[in-house]
């Protein structure tokens, strides 16, 4: 069974339109992230939530629009997308977001911006 | 200047030698420490985490920490060809957010 999974796995999409990224755990962990890694690999974080409330918030342009509909999915909706949205997404849970504890990452999504 | 900081790379060991990958971070109220391992293409996955001073072993991986010079270490040992990979540093400050070094790529020839 898959612990961490995301959809969809690659994006192509035109500059301007909006899109959606969905992740779901089945772990029953409390927390969610969202992070973007760049052509660089730079893994950095955009979002966290807990138990379905914002508690991460990185300063990301607010094109980028999380929700959490209960605590097992959290989906990230980009508006007016731009080239430089170009990257992997990483959704990612642990147990209850202390930082002593282990991320679980997803496959990531692959979006190409064109 | 930048959180946590590792050498790009890439470092080349031969098979059966040990790899040493380093990481060196800003923030001293930095607590935890974790290695995770991404091969090109899929997600990170934990290697190891380490909370105190000293060593960590974990089979063929012993993680270091020396928390005076904001430094740790990530050591393979007996490098196999299938550990090739992006080794990525993380410090936790404290808060629930994993701050990400850039990653050290790690080649392993036969």
């Known amino acids: 069974d898959t612990a961490v999974s995301q959809t969809p796995k690659y994006l192509v999409t035109q500059m301007g339109n909006d899109k959606s990224i969905k992740c779901e755990q089945n772990?029953?962990?409390?927390?969610m992230y969202w992070y973007k890694q760049d052509s660089k690999k730079f893994l950095k974080i955009m979002f966290s939530y807990n138990n379905k409330e914002l508690i991460i918030n990185e300063t990301v342009p607010n094109r980028f629009s999380p929700k959490s509909p209960d605590k097992a999915h959290l989906n990230l909706h980009i508006n007016s997308l731009e080239l430089g949205d170009s990257a992997v997404y990483f959704c990612a849970s642990s147990p209850s977001g202390y930082e002593q504890e282990t991320q679980y990452f997803g496959p990531g999504t692959r979006l190409l911006v064109l | 200047q930048k959180e946590v900081e590792q050498n790009s790379g890439p470092l080349s060991v031969p098979e059966g030698a040990i790899a040493s990958l380093n990481c060196t971070y800003s923030?001293?109220?930095?607590?935890?420490f974790f290695w995770y391992r991404q091969y090109s293409g899929k997600s990170p996955e934990l290697i190891m985490s380490?909370?105190?001073?000293g060593d960590k072993e974990d089979g063929r991986f012993t993680a270091q920490l020396n928390k005076a010079s904001q430094y740790v270490s990530l050591l393979i040992r007996d490098s196999q060809p299938s550990d090739s990979a992006t080794y990525l540093c993380a410090a936790a400050p404290n808060t629930d957010k994993l701050i990400f070094g850039t990653g050290t790529r790690l080649q392993v020839f036969p």
């Open positions: 923030d001293r109220g930095s607590q935890s």
């Open positions: 772990l029953g962990h409390d927390t």
């Open positions: 380490i909370y105190s001073n």
